[in-house]
């Protein structure tokens, strides 16, 4: 602080500009002197700011680090400019000098000279000329940031599973101990979902003290974030129940096609027609596959791809579950003639080849078509060579597509989470992040995410889990980002456009006072919200309208 | 403080560069030590959709002689959409521009990726001498406000 | 930090990359082992994946910096685990950090030396389509963007010359070539392998020209070939002849017969593949010969459609391993079966075969090193109890990505993430032990 | 559709409309002009009783401000209201709800097929009882009355949108049309025959035909101020009132941003400025603030001309935005006001589009 005339005591920065030589890669190429000269010769365009300015040898070096952080505490610097290499090379090296000294690490820029300068730039005068101009534009910007401060938040580490078939019950056993409690939510009367057979997860699941099964209920009602949700449950009875939890996970299964949606297939209900996983069912049930008549049918073609060309997508199991049957009928009743009618084999891996493998030795015909369609209880085939043939059979067994479940839509909307294309819910990032979704802490498994098999479902669960295990340590607190989006309530007129464009849910609209708030715990800082609004009424802390508008006048100064 | 030695004058271009990727982009060019105009001024943010189409005006009125505007490709934000607002965003500030019978051309939307130093390199010599054809930025005779 | 606290992630692939992102904390420390010089493992190789058609280093390379940038992260380049001893909670491992000759810390990746190194080598890395030093980083925008030196061919190390240029061309006294291997000891709670696999080597198919004709390609050179940060700065021309192609063959299903699987992934990457070149190259005529589309999955259907007919003409063969791809005057003739069976020709001037993935040559003696089973495959056996557990045959050691079984980004992520989870769950079940254990006895040390 | 015959002229038959659904309890409150019979002042009024209605002049020629601008709180107050708008004023209001400044849920909407309005300045210098009569009779025939505001002239979105009644006027009569469920309920007992009939569309082409004549003459006349020099002519004689942003329906920031500190000046800026380019433009604001508004509203610019009616210094504020927000607007094909329900293109995107902008 210092006292001026006027009586007003006005701030005084002490800004530190230290350049990196890089050796021959900054200083080489730059004449660094001249730089350093240049800011220092209008260091009294800055009201109320001192300069200090130095070169060294190499910054992130550890004496180079060592020497900063004593420049900084000696000289008793309020911010600090580092003109060296790319950002993504040193500024956490940079932080982490400014975080052992007083210095917010946030009052503090780092100017790329090197990769988007030195190196780049032809001519060493031109270098010059324009290193000076980078660094001013950052000096102008660095006065204009604001300390920042880490807020860790305490978190719950119970997890919700929805859905008590093949993917909840696994994430159920992979996630509950003595340290976190489990809420394993099923909507039906029974665990074990769809698949049709029992699991053998089921036994472990119920008797696991540390997991809460309710059945017969659904979520009605959700808020908070990662490590802090509050969940609304209710059960068929209508009874409510809220429970706290730190994550949610999705695992809501999935249906099946309609195979007469296509219009290439079409049957009567008194007509022969299963789908597979009917079938599948019955035959793990009886033992065997009958007629309605109680006769056993000669002959029974198994028909792939029901579906796909409907729904866009190959579901990836069918063509291993219509052989595993086809084969099992065989096996169980030999005299049964089984054809399995496919355009394309999809076996991926290792246990496809045997289960084509066991396909043929039992005995199955395998008729490789363009395409087919059904009528009753005939099917049209369009052979590969051109030719069609027209073959009845005493039953048909289509391979209907796995389709999402029925009640993705609401529970997206109240999760506030996009569905895909195809109506399943959507994954955060197709690679990195497939279990995740847009809303932090609310994970997906099995085939909610789209269809899969059996064991695939298992290992998303087993994901899902993962991420709640090492995200929500028991005892540990969770930062949020702090370069993350404010609200100024005076500007905002509750216009709701920040929402329309926050991907992540961040912002909420308090209609009650007519103005959005944004959840920084939520907010990842992307800034798109900011500018959607017309406003001003938002701030992305560290790349505020003000920071960039000086940086750009200081550039074409 | 624009270098006048050579006949032609150095374009100034306002280059705001989303982390993510036209940021990572323009740095492995420098790693590949692909030469290009002195005349980029690179700003980076932390996508394209934080680029308020105001900021491109105001980088234009404050006498830039080009503005470009680097983001990942349609499809690849580090933020699931941010690029597809940023997208209509800029056609909107170019037809304006039209509109008003200003230099649309004066500004640049382009689609760079990390891996994609050499496309930075191109687009920067290729905008710069575009920019050059086109001549100094009217607004550079006087302060805009 | 005991080692019960610790692990040790072997790869850092994207799978190994992601596990140990989840593990790292304040309470617990990672080991990241990498074979290779440079981080970030097979994706980062590609320009673009599937189906998206997403950047893959817009991609990777946020994961690379944060993993290197991870003060919970011990990150050991160019380096290989020799022995494993011990047992789950209380492993012992032995790292050996290979010499590399460049300091990490005081190299800041000028690439000075390589400019002035007398030695040049195929460049594996980059499919051996270019050549590099005998100092070199792998690739442009390698990280760690620290070069190694290849010790072998280094005319000072192998004792040819005393050539003393890198050493002299760093002003950073980065390099020094008396730089020795170092042995390191690890005591860690849980072990994942993330070490990934190989494509199929296409030699052993002869039939199909690949190594004789140069039109012929493998599908990782012509990852490289397509990458703008690859040997010809993206441009897709044809190797010895320098030509842009016409027309391009793709064949699927390479090695699927020999391997005994279908890889599940070469169908979505060679219609990637179609994209790359309909992308660069408007005009070039590509043919997918091909017995089944493999494309399972809500995302990859979609993307079958969009080149199909349009882009590339699928033709049917009844036989892959009857296609025979042989040398004319003019370029490469593809003779195949087709639907009825009957040979047919196809006159093309580049080929590229879809190979299938395979275990790479290195998993069978880290699989014996750590004592874990492999399938009959000779992919790391896991989910030995059907429940998509990560655990191989030997407890306290698990497994992520195609080090376990080809599979696409997706699969090997939720691997990754899968196997972290149970690290962790089997590490807090430690502690808690620890914690209750009333006689006082620990499995800490 | 299910219309009304109108036996009497269209002012007296709304006002009539508006007592009967006040009288009848199916409104609280109904927005329109009000003329004060005394004085001949006007202004835009909510009235609750019936016996107010008296001062009420749903059609005059006038807008005193945007009422689709002055409707916002009103209509989010929780009250029945009918509000009678001219088509750019619902256009506007719609505009406004699509950004949650009002609500059509407790509404009822009558607007008119619209001849235009008169300048202010009209209603200032009290020409407005002279000119009124002859307005009438001309936009019944369909012919431009002479007088009324340029941007009025070129306004070929003259057929109310979406309004639930729509007034259409010639000189075969006057008919009442009724477009939702909430009309016919709304109108129910309300006495009048009940005939099929749509608004006459030839009627519409020739107004049609004289509006796209005078819009092809303003967007012409405004070639000539084309380009920074041509903008610098265009705002040079702006007093950075912001009249046009505090008027426009659109620009429903409490606060502008151009008005706050980030678009300050801080005094370095200036002296170097001017040093390094030898001139300084003033006054301020005036090139960027208008810009910039153009970014983020020209695509949802309904025409309503208010801006350029109070523009002190007589800029064609209007004509511009006009200009420019119908290609804005055209890039996604979007028309502003059209439909609550439509979203406003800067919120939304698709996939594939735009294919060669970047």
């Given at each position: ?47 109320n ?18 020497y900063?952080?004593?420049e ?6 309020t ?13 956490s ?13 946030y ?13 780049v ?37 119970d997890?919700?599973?929805i ?30 979902g ?18 809460d099964?309710y ?29 706290t ?14 195979p ?5 297939i079409?049957?009567s ?10 079938a ?24 792939h791809?029901?579906?796909r ?9 069918c ?16 005299e ?8 394309d ?30 009528s ?18 005493d039953m ?6 796995i ?6 839509v ?26 995740g ?19 695939s ?16 340590v ?28 926050c ?5 909420y ?14 907010c ?17 802390r560290?790349?505020t ?13 | ?16 560069l989303?982390k ?85 051309d ?11 130093g ?28 | ?9 072997i ?5 190994g990359?992601k ?48 993993v ?7 990150t ?12 789950a ?31 040049t ?24 963007n ?19 240029l ?9 390099i ?23 494509t ?34 993206g441009e897709?021309t ?30 979505m990457?060679?219609?990637?593949f ?11 005529q ?19 459609r ?8 699928m ?12 040398g ?40 014996e090193l ?14 030995l ?14 497994t992520?990505?195609t080090?376990?079984?080809p ?5 090997t ?23 209750r ?9 | ?47 609750t ?7 009420a002049?749903p ?40 950004r ?9 909407t ?16 009290g020409?407005?009882e ?27 979105e003259?057929v ?20 939702s ?12 025959e ?6 006459d569309q ?22 000539k ?13 702006c007093?950075g ?7 426009c ?10 008005e ?28 960027l ?11 949802s ?13 007589s ?10 927000g ?6 996604f ?7 609550s ?18």
């Open positions: 602080m210092s006292e001026t005339g006027t009586g007003k005591t006005e701030m005084t920065a002490r800004v530190g500009v230290y350049l990196c030589e890089c050796g021959p890669n900054i200083a080489g190429k730059i004449d660094l002197d001249k730089v350093m000269a240049d800011i220092l010769s209008e260091s009294d365009r800055y009201r700011v001192e300069l200090v300015i130095r070169r060294y040898g190499f910054l992130c070096s550890g004496p180079g680090k060592q900063l952080e004593d900084i505490k000696e000289n008793g610097l911010h600090l400019v580092v003109a060296a290499c790319s950002p993504r090379d040193h500024d090296t940079f932080m982490g000098v400014c975080a052992r000294t007083d210095l917010n690490p009052l503090y820029r780092i100017v790329n000279i090197r990769e988007q300068c030195s190196w730039i032809t001519d060493p005068e031109e270098a010059t000329e324009r290193a000076a101009t980078y660094i001013r534009g950052s000096i102008s910007r660095v006065l204009r940031q604001s300390s920042l401060f880490e807020k860790p938040l305490e978190i719950n580490p997890a919700v599973v859905g008590g078939g093949a993917a909840g019950m696994e994430a159920a056993l992979a996630l509950s101990s003595d340290l976190r409690r489990v809420f394993l939510v099923e909507k039906s009367a029974s665990l074990g769809g698949c049709g057979i029992t699991m053998p997860q089921e036994k472990a699941v119920i008797e696991d003290p540390n997991v099964i059945l017969e209920t659904q979520m009605s009602s959700v808020i908070g974030f990662l490590g802090n949700f509050e969940i609304g449950l209710k059960s068929a009875d209508g009874k409510d129940e809220e429970i939890a730190g994550a949610i996970i999705l695992a809501i299964g999935s249906d099946y096609s309609d007469q949606e296509s219009g290439r079409s049957f209900e008194s007509d022969e027609v299963h789908i597979l996983a009917e599948e069912r019955t035959l793990e049930a009886a033992g065997d596959l009958k007629l309605r008549d109680g006769t056993m049918p000669e002959t029974i073609a198994v028909v791809c029901v579906g060309e409907e729904q866009g997508y190959c579901s990836g199991v063509c291993s579950s219509s052989l595993k049957l086809a084969a099992a009928i065989r096996r169980l009743s030999p049964t003639a089984v054809t399995s009618v496919y355009r084999l999809c076996l991926p891996g290792a246990d496809g080849e045997n289960v084509l493998r066991m396909a043929r030795e039992s005995g199955v015909e395998l008729i490789r078509t363009k395409g087919t369609s059904l009753g209880m005939e099917l049209d085939l369009e052979k590969m060579d051109g030719t069609s043939e027209k073959r009845s059979f048909i067994i289509p391979a209907a597509a389709v999402p479940a029925a009640d993705t609401s529970l997206a909307e109240m999760l506030r989470i996009p569905l895909d294309e195809h109506g399943f819910f959507k994954e955060a990032h197709r690679m990195t992040d497939p279990a979704t847009t809303t932090e802490g609310v994970f997906i498994a099995g085939t909610a995410h789209g269809p899969m098999s059996v064991m479902s298992m290992r998303f669960a087993r994901a899902c889990a993962g991420q709640v295990l090492t995200r929500l028991p005892g540990e607190r969770i930062v949020p980002e702090v370069k993350v989006t404010e609200i100024l309530e005076a500007y905002c007129t509750g216009c709701g456009n920040c929402l329309d464009v991907v992540y849910g961040a912002i609209a308090d209609t009650d006072r007519g103005i959005s708030v944004v959840n920084e715990a939520v990842r800082g992307c800034g798109n919200c900011f500018a959607s609004c017309p406003s001003g009424a938002l701030r992305t560290h790349f309208n003000e920071q960039i508008f000086r940086e750009v006048d200081e550039a074409l100064r | 403080m624009i270098s006048d030695k050579h006949d032609d004058f150095t374009p100034r271009i306002t280059s705001f989303c993510w990727c036209s940021y990572t982009g323009a740095d492995l060019a420098g790693t590949n030590r692909l030469q290009y105009p002195t005349s980029i001024i690179p700003i980076q943010v932390m996508c394209s959709s934080r680029v308020d189409p105001v900021f491109l005006i105001k980088a234009f009125l404050s006498g830039s002689d080009g503005v470009l505007m680097g983001g990942c490709h349609p499809g690849d934000c580090h933020y699931e959409t941010g690029n597809y607002h940023t997208r209509r965003r800029f056609a909107i500030l170019k037809e304006i521009f039209d509109s008003l019978g200003l230099e649309s004066r500004l640049k939307l382009s689609w760079i990726s990390a891996s994609e050499p496309k930075f390199a191109q687009v920067s010599n290729e905008y710069t001498e575009q920019i050059r054809k086109m001549g100094k930025n009217p607004t550079r005779k006087s302060v805009f406000l | 930090m005991t080692q019960a606290e610790s692990i040790l992630v790869g850092a692939g994207i799978a990359m596990a140990s992102l989840m593990l790292a904390g304040p309470a617990r420390k990672v080991y990241l082992v990498e074979r290779l010089p440079i981080i970030g493992g097979k994706t980062i190789k590609n320009e673009e994946s599937f189906p998206n058609m997403e950047c893959s280093t817009c991609m990777v390379a946020p994961i690379q910096q944060a290197l940038q991870n003060p919970h992260i011990e050991l380049t160019y380096s290989a685990v020799e022995s494993i001893e011990g047992s909670g209380d492993f012992s491992v032995s790292v050996r950090i290979k010499a590399r000759y460049v300091s990490l810390e005081a190299c800041i990746g000028c690439g000075m030396c390589f400019e002035v190194c007398p030695v080598l195929p460049n594996e890395w980059e499919e051996s389509l270019i050549e590099k030093k005998a100092i070199y980083v792998p690739c442009s925008g390698s990280l760690p620290v070069p190694v030196i290849d010790s072998e061919r280094c005319l000072k190390l192998n004792g040819t010359e005393e050539c003393n890198c050493v002299e061309s760093c002003a950073f006294e980065a020094n070539l008396e730089d020795e291997d170092r042995l390191l000891e690890l005591k860690v709670g849980a072990l994942i392998l993330a070490t990934g696999s190989e199929f080597d296409l030699s052993a198919l002869p039939g199909l020209g690949y190594g004789a004709l140069p039109g012929v390609y493998s599908p990782m050179e012509f990852e490289r070939l397509f990458a703008s940060n690859g040997p010809t700065m897709i044809l190797r010895g002849s320098g030509a842009v192609p016409d027309r391009v063959a793709i064949v699927h299903c390479a090695g699927r017969e020999e391997q005994g699987y279908c890889s599940g992934i070469c169908c990457y060679s219609f990637k179609v994209r790359f070149l309909k992308h660069k190259l408007p005009d070039v590509v043919f997918n010969i091909h017995s089944d589309v493999c494309v399972p999955g809500k995302n990859y259907e979609d993307f079958f969009s080149v199909n007919g349009g882009d590339t003409e033709l049917f063969t009844s036989s892959i391993a009857d296609v025979h791809v042989s004319t005057d003019s370029g490469l003739r593809v003779a195949y079966p087709d639907g009825g069976g009957v040979t047919a020709d196809l006159e093309v001037d580049m080929v590229i075969l879809a190979a299938a993935i395979i275990p790479a040559p290195l998993t069978a003696r880290l699989a750590a004592g874990v089973e492999l399938d009959d495959s000779g992919f790391i056996r896991t989910s109890d059907g429940s998509g557990s990560m655990e191989t045959s030997r407890a306290g050691i698990f992520a990505g080090v376990e079984g599979k696409d980004i997706q699969s992520v939720i691997q990754a993430e899968s196997a972290a989870g149970q690290v962790a769950f089997l590490m807090s079940s430690m502690a808690d032990l620890t914690e254990d009333p006689s006082g006895k620990s499995v800490k040390s | 559709m299910n219309s009304i015959v109108m036996k009497q002229d269209a002012s007296t038959a709304i006002r009539e409309l508006l007592a009967y659904l006040l009288s009848s309890s199916r409104v609280d409150a109904v927005l329109t002009m009000r003329q004060v019979p005394e004085t001949g002042s006007c202004d835009l009024g909510l009235i009783d019936p016996s107010g209605m008296v001062e002049e059609f005059l020629p006038v807008m005193t401000a945007n009422a689709g601008q002055a409707l916002s709180s009103i209509s989010m107050s929780g009250k029945r209201i009918a509000a009678v708008l001219k088509p750019c004023e619902l256009r506007g209001f719609t505009e406004r709800v699509k949650e400044q009002g609500s059509f849920d407790n509404l009822l009558i607007s008119s097929i619209c001849g235009g309005v008169f300048p202010l300045e009209k209603v200032i210098s020409d407005l002279k000119l009124v009569p002859r307005y009438i009779e001309k936009t019944a025939r369909a012919e431009a009355p002479r007088g009324l505001r340029e941007t009025c002239k070129a306004c070929e003259f109310p949108m979406n309004a639930d009644i729509s007034v259409s006027v010639t000189e075969h009569g006057s008919l009442m049309h009724l477009h469920d909430r009309a016919e309920e709304y109108t129910e007992g309300f006495e009048g009940r005939i099929e009939a749509r608004a030839s009627h519409i082409d020739r107004m049609m035909k004289s509006r796209s004549a005078a819009k092809g003459k303003l967007f012409q006349s405004l070639e101020s084309s380009g920074l020099d041509g903008l610098v002519d265009l705002f040079g004689k007093v009132c912001h009249g046009c942003s505090r008027v329906p659109i620009c429903y920031c409490q606060h502008c941003d151009f706050s500190i980030n678009f300050d000046y801080n005094q370095p800026y200036f002296q170097e400025s001017l040093e390094a380019r030898g001139a300084l433009r003033l006054p301020p604001d005036t090139i603030f208008q810009l910039g508004r153009l970014t983020h509203m020209s695509f610019c309904v025409g309503c001309g208010m801006c350029s009616d109070v523009c002190p210094v800029i064609p504020v209007a004509g511009i935005f006009k200009k420019t119908e290609r804005t607007a055209g890039l094909d979007y028309v502003p006001g059209r439909d329900e439509e979203p406003i293109p800067v919120m939304v995107f698709k996939e594939e589009e735009l294919g060669d902008i970047g």
